[in-house]
């Protein structure tokens, strides 16, 4: 398993990205950002590891320095369900693995050689007394994750196939090619051979 962790040993140049994140959302002071640090760590996972699996408790949330994530589920019939992404400067986690520490129904995998900061659950309660700004960036991420979450059903229910791809090709075009066609559709709730079928059409446009 090519993956590697290690503790929150160097400055702030290893968490430059998250720290840059947070201060778009709430202020931390140097020293309070030297302490956030500690409690972090770094890992590195390769294309197709998983960092968490149906069964297991999930002990952590990460964030996405650099690389995608995807959160998957695998039906009935034993075929993947992509259910989220996360790239660069997003979030990810199975919170209600995490919350109440029972084993997971998701499994989390990298979808491309892919570098995480590491919030250990173990850590976040002490984190959040030691900097009570921090609610305050977790807050607002939760709820426009919600809002996100929201608008992704309506669209499931009220738009074409087609219409849902050409929605999110216009929003996200590069992301549209950065990741496998047999995941994006299983994202936008179709079958990788009708995804074929609408790149064919935008093709001979």
Not at 11 to 25: D, E, N, T, V, W
Not at 71 to 86: A, D, H, M, P, S
Not at 130 to 144: N, V
Not at 187 to 198: D, H, N, R, V
């Amino acid at each position: 398993m090519k993956e590697s962790y290690t503790a929150a040993t160097e400055p702030s140049r290893c968490f430059a990205s998250l720290l840059a994140h947070i201060g778009q959302y709430v202020g931390l002071s140097e020293a309070e950002a030297d302490l956030l640090q500690t409690y972090l760590g770094h890992r590195t996972i390769a294309r197709k590891e998983h960092l968490l699996t149906e069964g297991q408790v999930c002990s952590a949330t990460y964030f996405v320095q650099q690389g995608c994530l995807r959160t998957y589920l695998v039906n009935e019939k034993g075929t993947e369900q992509t259910i989220q992404f996360g790239i660069e400067n997003w979030w990810l986690t199975d919170y209600a693995s995490l919350d109440n520490q029972e084993p997971s129904q998701f499994y989390i995998q990298a979808v491309e050689s892919t570098e995480v900061i590491v919030f250990e659950k173990r850590v976040q309660e002490e984190v959040l007394r030691q900097l009570p700004q921090l609610e305050r960036y977790f807050r607002i991420l939760l709820q426009k994750s919600a809002a996100a979450a929201l608008f992704r059903v309506k669209f499931l229910y009220t738009l074409s196939g087609e219409a849902r791809y050409h929605h999110f090709n216009d929003r996200f075009p590069e992301f549209v090619q950065r990741v496998p066609q047999y995941m994006l559709a299983s994202y936008l709730g179709f079958t990788p051979e009708f995804l074929s079928k609408i790149r064919a059409k935008v093709g001979h446009r």
